[in-house]
């Protein structure tokens, strides 16, 4: 069965500093994997996603993630952390097989900016 | 174009009672998936319709169930309501569904359950 395995359930970095949220996967098939991001009462928003090709992949808001097949990592990274990046962020990845687009979520990392 | 939009946006319920939660796709969207998000089991896939058809259905047991109408506008259902079902319940539309395609999400309806 598939899986994504987000380490870290809080991050806390200062305003500048560098971004970094981990997940890690397990597919038995190539995975398709995405990053979300949740801000308080809100829905999901796309940060960016990866399915075949070139593996560092990036998205909106200065984010971008590095698939790497050996490790079976996908970890978000971004340069220099901004207040208004303080939310929560789901790893996922879409489950295999079929028409199907359900996703599976992980646990979510909430991130937290100091000033 | 407009997003996603579902309504109501915040809901209380008692126990026992039932609830309809509608969601709005973005025009030209015809899959239409729901996700439970509670702090403790996190986001959950409900089911996903496709063209009034449910193409999928995740772990959840028969108090849940969902239609989809010809303009592809989506409703789920909720009977009997127990305390554990107080979630934000999220809505997610794309094209023609597929593993490869972006989901859009609305901002949720958010439900009670007292």
């Given at each position: 069965a598939q899986s994504v395995t987000q380490l870290g359930s809080h991050v806390s970095v200062s305003e500048g500093a560098l971004v970094l949220l981990r997940c890690n996967y397990s597919s038995s098939v190539p995975p398709y994997l995405f990053w979300y991001v949740q801000y308080p009462n809100q829905g999901l928003q796309l940060l960016l996603k990866y399915t075949?090709?070139?593996?560092l992949v990036k998205g909106i808001n200065g984010f971008e993630a590095e698939f790497k097949k050996s490790e079976t990592s996908f970890h978000l990274t971004k340069p220099s952390a901004h207040m208004s990046d303080a939310a929560e962020y789901f790893c996922a990845v879409s489950e295999k097989g079929g028409a199907t687009n359900k996703l599976i979520f992980g646990t979510g990392t909430l991130l937290a900016v100091q000033p | 174009k407009a997003g996603v939009t579902q309504t109501p946006r915040y809901l209380i319920k008692t126990r026992g009672q039932q609830v309809t939660l509608s969601c709005s796709p973005i025009s030209g969207h015809r899959s239409v998936s729901w996700y439970q998000q509670t702090p403790g089991q996190g986001l959950q896939f409900l089911f996903e319709y496709f063209s009034e058809t449910q193409r999928n259905k995740g772990n959840?047991?028969?108090?849940f169930s969902g239609r989809q109408f010809s303009n592809s506008r989506s409703e789920m259902n909720v009977s009997?309501?127990?305390?554990?079902?107080?979630a934000l319940y999220l809505c997610a539309s794309s094209?023609?569904?597929?593993?490869l395609e972006t989901q859009y999400f609305g901002p949720g309806t958010r439900l009670l359950v007292l």
């Amino acid at each position: 069965a598939q899986s994504v395995t987000q380490l870290g359930s809080h991050v806390s970095v200062s305003e500048g500093a560098l971004v970094l949220l981990r997940c890690n996967y397990s597919s038995s098939v190539p995975p398709y994997l995405f990053w979300y991001v949740q801000y308080p009462n809100q829905g999901l928003q796309l940060l960016l996603k990866y399915t075949t090709g070139a593996t560092l992949v990036k998205g909106i808001n200065g984010f971008e993630a590095e698939f790497k097949k050996s490790e079976t990592s996908f970890h978000l990274t971004k340069p220099s952390a901004h207040m208004s990046d303080a939310a929560e962020y789901f790893c996922a990845v879409s489950e295999k097989g079929g028409a199907t687009n359900k996703l599976i979520f992980g646990t979510g990392t909430l991130l937290a900016v100091q000033p | 174009k407009a997003g996603v939009t579902q309504t109501p946006r915040y809901l209380i319920k008692t126990r026992g009672q039932q609830v309809t939660l509608s969601c709005s796709p973005i025009s030209g969207h015809r899959s239409v998936s729901w996700y439970q998000q509670t702090p403790g089991q996190g986001l959950q896939f409900l089911f996903e319709y496709f063209s009034e058809t449910q193409r999928n259905k995740g772990n959840f047991p028969g108090r849940f169930s969902g239609r989809q109408f010809s303009n592809s506008r989506s409703e789920m259902n909720v009977s009997t309501l127990e305390l554990g079902d107080s979630a934000l319940y999220l809505c997610a539309s794309s094209s023609a569904g597929g593993r490869l395609e972006t989901q859009y999400f609305g901002p949720g309806t958010r439900l009670l359950v007292l």
